[in-house]
Every structure is written in C-alpha cells, then in structure tokens.
C-alpha cells in the first residue's frame, strides 16, 4: 500500500484549491482581492482530512463535499446574496469535480508513479523542494498573466448599489473609474456620482444635502449629494458610509453612474 504523508497532501491539496478557486474566480469575474483564495484554499487543505473518517462513504462525501464547499466559498469570496452564494457554491463544486475527473482519468489510463486516489482526495508524491518550485511558478505565472491582461485589455468594473434613506430604497449599477476621486470636503467620505433619474426622487430633504464641488476637463462646480442612511455595493455595507452626488445632466455615453476605485477596498 502506498504511504501517504500529511504534510505532502496537505501542501498539494492547499495548491490545488488555490488554482480552483482562481478559477472560480476568474469563471464569475469576482471582484474580491487574491490574497482571500490563500486562507480559504488553506481552510479546503485541511477539509481533505474528512476523507480518512473511518465512516466516510459516497453518501457522506456529498453532504462533506457540499458543506465544506459552503465554509471556503465563504472564507474565499466573502458574504453575498444568497442567489450568488448559491451560484459560486455550485460552480466552485462543479471545478473542483472537474479536477477530480481529469485526474482520475489520467490516473486510470497512465498509472503514473507517486499519484494516489484515495476517496475524494488527490495525493502526489513528490518532494518539498519540486513543491515549492511548483508553487512560486504557478503564483508568478498568474501574476504575469493577470498583469499583462489589465495592460492589453483595462477591465471595466461594475457594481450593483443599494442606496437606503427617507424609506425609500434604490438600485442601480455603477462603474469604477479611476479617476473619480471626489470626496465630500467636511468628512471626506468619497462620493458616488449617480444622475437623477437613478435616484427616482425630487424629495431629499434639505437637511441632508450638502455641496461637494467638482472639476472635470470641461469645467468646474457644485454638485448637490446626500449621505444615506446605509449603502450596499453588490450587498456589502460600506463601512463608514458614503455620499451619493446627483447629477442633474448626463454622464459619459451608457454610464449613468460613477464611483471610485477606493470606495470598495474592504469590502
């Protein structure tokens, strides 16, 4: 019987999610930072141990499969509706089976030396140092290839907003532009610019409007903007609030809305 060490399948199977997770990622374009996918495909390494339960079965791999899938979804992409939730959860089941049957066909054909199959769990028997290597070229070669796209092809950034006040309730979606940078001057809360027709109200109290002034390439001004009782980007609070600025006259092309790329870091 071939010996299965824990620490060669705990760093293999943290590899493997870790590319699964980029993939999911890159699938549902979600916008969250990278540096979530390490902990969670860490979370997902650990998981793997479930497949040496003595009462593990085929029964209990899907309920395992589908549990632990709900954990690193989680942990790797943070909260959202439940209709997303559901939609990353099945997508990040349906890569990670996909993996698996890759494997398990190149394994049942090649009978390839140091590759084991044992319940759900991928085992490859290879040395710390080839893991290693492994491990910061795959990282760089992402790395490489994520740049080179954001140079050759800028991605273009939209969110769904939810905008609370006075009981009433709106939504629109809004694009990241980098280079709207307005603040509200007294908080310095950044501001969303949204044209009046997204709003869907002439009745903002007057006590809860203020002034931001503003400067573009084709002049300068005043543009009326209030704060929200709460702001949801794609069902995320923004922590510490936000201004919404109401455009009287249109904006660029189909943009009706325009944020900057700041208002979403930490979310």
Known sequence: METIYVDTLLCVNMFIDYIILYGVRRILRINSKAIRLLPASILASLCTLGVFLPFYSKVFSILYRILTGAFIVFAAFGRTSAKNYLIRLITYIGVSISFSGIVVLIWLIFKPDGVVIWNDAVYFDISPVMLIVCTLTAFVSLCIYEKLKA??????????????????????????????????PFSGLPVIIAEKELIGTDDIRSDRLRLVPYKTLSGEG????????KTLIDGKEVKGGCYIGVSDGRLTNEIKSLMGADITEGL
Do not use: W
Not at 222 to 229: D, V
């Open 151 to 184: 140079k050759h092809h800028p991605k273009v950034r939209i969110h769904k907003v939810t905008v609370y006040f006075d009981n009433t309730q709106c939504c629109f979606s809004s694009m990241v532009d980098t280079g709207c940078n307005l603040k509200e």
């Open 222 to 229: 005043m543009l009326k903007a209030f704060r929200p009782e």
